[in-house]
């Protein structure tokens, strides 16, 4: 998220490592940490209050979704009042409901989960700036979009044959968003989410295109299309079904009438999300990442320029453009990318790039490959042009100081292994375990070139365990241990913070949220700010740090367990008694905000 430009007032020391089995949310000495809103938290006056023993669609259609991922906090001008935006991205049925729940209710069940599922938008008040969050009750622009709300596809694909089911001959109209993962906030205060792990939710018939894209054969654990048949795509009315999700979507956060979108212009894949930025001439670029293993790097360029103040305008950017997908090559002698992490002889992995257009002025650049086609199917299309399998990019978003663009590559634990890609400079790990951050420069500063000079920022890891690691040529010894990069934002000094997912598993510590400098002699010097709770993800980071403010979305907590024996019991932390009797609460994927306890004086 963007928050404009100047010198960053907020100090802290980093926090140490913190065990993957610790059930707490740590934050720095002098600050302190609250919820502003839970899973199932009414967002109207007429829903019903947070119930888990009781849970129906219509009740969750009107609360808080599940799984907290991208967030955005948006003030308004006064600084008082705002706007909280969060994607749901999935469903953890064995905490959220009773065991057994799924056999005896499927259908409540499953319809339960589809309310749970997409996006919020929740209006947030405080008495000052500068000061702890409320969200507000019954918020004028408050507004839930599901499974079941209508979008509008936009883009050369709209209306394509392969967008049309027996529920929508246009193939103009989407019932619903799904596996929203992370986002942007746009230049013109839109909302942009990535629709990603779509596949989970079919049963498909297993034609080359749906096992290109994962899509199963057999019932997924959830079971949706034993509920809802649009989701078995082997009935031909549904056939299609599947290709309607894996898209960017564009919401109005300040307009709860608005119909969201569904842009085909920036193709269709695992979208982690998109990030916009604007070049010099009003040159519109939006940045994704396709998060799975050997997947690609993508960016959009829009055909119309930027109009400062004109948001009518400024909606249509994302609807007509070129798609590119990255190459990039490493400027190393062969043999020395030796797989475990050694510098190659020049100091970096690092090379250069280029943008290999699979759309460009409304033309397919693909031999046998309509326009339609290559946005549907864009996985085959960059397969055929050669384009660079990277180790899972999650965030891919330009940093608004510079323009230099920061990619989370999670990581891939079949990187080089018998059978798949080997490594390479751009991904030099056997087995990737760790991660990187990957930083580019688009050649001669325009957002449109087709050439671009890249290396890896962070070769990630615990560097106490593993001389692998690299961090941007800052002292080894004196950077926080970092794993599984996911989620990246920006602080007014252009600071770099990263948030991630799945570190526990790799080196044993909870998933957090870290600073990472840029420039200067602080390059790549890695601070830990915050650990989240067992079993959960940090996502969304937003960094406000003229006021001293920091906000992330916890994803999952206690996933390993089940609804009977909780393993976290974030946020609230009602623990069960010494004897195991009486109430405790569960864990609730939240969105937290951490605030400074004295703050500084203007
Ligand atoms: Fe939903 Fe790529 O993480
Ligand atoms: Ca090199
Ligand atoms: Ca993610
Ligand atoms: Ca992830």
Request: glycine content about 10%; overall charge negative; some cysteine.
């Amino acid at each position: 998220a963007y928050w404009g430009k100047g010198r960053s007032r907020l100090d802290f020391t980093p926090i140490k490592p913190v065990g993957m089995t610790v059930d707490d949310f740590n934050v720095p000495e002098n600050y302190d940490w609250s919820p502003i809103i839970r899973w199932g938290d009414p967002l109207f006056y007429d829903a019903p209050e947070f119930d888990p023993k009781n849970q129906t669609p219509e009740s969750q259609s009107k609360q808080f979704g599940f799984n907290a991922d991208y967030l955005d906090i948006i003030p308004d001008p006064n600084g008082l009042t705002g706007v909280l935006v969060n994607n749901h991205e999935y469903t953890n049925e064995n905490t959220m409901f009773p065991t057994g729940e799924q056999e005896k209710n499927l259908a409540n069940v499953v319809r339960t989960a589809m309310a749970a599922h997409g996006m919020s938008v929740v209006e947030i008040t405080r008495t000052k700036v500068g000061e702890p969050w409320s969200y507000v009750r019954g918020g004028a622009r408050n507004r839930r979009i599901t499974l079941s709300t209508p979008f509008v596809v936009d883009g050369p694909a709209a209306g394509s044959d392969l967008l049309k089911t027996q529920d929508d001959p246009t193939g103009k109209r989407v019932a619903g968003t799904q596996n929203n993962c992370s986002g942007g906030v746009t230049p013109w205060g839109t909302v942009l989410s990535g629709e990603e792990n779509v596949h989970q939710y079919f049963i498909t018939s297993g034609t080359s295109e749906e096992k290109r894209y994962g899509f199963p054969t057999t019932m997924p654990s959830r079971r949706w299309p034993e509920v809802e048949k649009r989701f078995d795509a082997r009935i031909e009315g549904y056939k299609n079904e599947p290709n309607r999700f894996g898209w960017i979507v564009e919401i109005d956060p300040q307009n709860p009438n608005s119909a969201p979108v569904k842009h085909t212009s920036l193709g269709r894949f695992k979208h982690e999300g998109a990030n916009v930025h604007v070049g010099d001439d009003g040159t519109v670029v939006a940045y994704s990442g396709d998060d799975e293993k050997f997947e690609y790097i993508y960016k959009f360029v829009s055909s119309r320029k930027y109009k400062e103040g004109d948001k009518r305008h400024n909606m249509k950017l994302l609807s007509e453009g070129d798609l590119y997908v990255a190459k990039l090559t490493g400027n190393s002698p062969k043999g020395q990318i030796t797989g475990d992490g050694t510098l190659p002889a020049d100091g970096e992995f690092d090379g250069s790039g280029e943008w290999l257009p699979l759309i460009k002025g409304g033309k397919s650049m693909i031999k046998d490959m309509a326009v339609d086609e290559v946005l549907v199917y864009t996985r085959l299309a960059a397969d055929k042009v050669g384009a660079t399998k990277m180790d899972r990019p999650e965030d891919v978003e330009p940093n608004p100081h510079t323009g230099k663009v920061y990619v989370a590559l999670t990581n891939n634990s079949d990187r080089g292994k018998p059978g798949f890609a080997p490594v390479d400079e751009a991904n030099p790990r056997t087995g990737n375990r760790d991660g990187y951050v990957l930083e580019f420069t688009e050649r001669h500063g325009r957002v449109n070139s087709t050439r671009f000079n890249w290396n890896l920022l962070l070769v990630c890891g615990d560097p106490t365990k593993d001389s692998g690691t690299y961090f941007g040529g800052y002292p080894k010894e004196k950077v926080s241990p970092i794993s599984c990069p996911d989620n990246v934002a920006f602080d007014r000094a252009g600071n770099l913070w990263i948030s991630t997912d799945g570190a526990p598993s790799k080196i044993g510590y909870n998933d957090a949220l870290f600073k990472v400098g840029l420039t200067g002699s602080e390059r790549g010097r890695v601070q830990q700010f915050l650990s989240v709770p067992q079993d959960a993800e940090t996502c969304g980071p937003v960094v406000h740090d003229n006021e001293d403010m920091v906000y992330v979305a916890v994803q999952h907590p206690g996933e390993d367990g089940s609804f009977e024996e909780p393993r976290s019991y974030f946020p609230d932390y009602v623990l069960p008694t010494r004897a195991g009797e009486g109430e405790f609460s569960m864990p609730r994927p939240a969105v937290v905000q951490v605030f400074k306890l004295e703050r500084d004086k203007d």
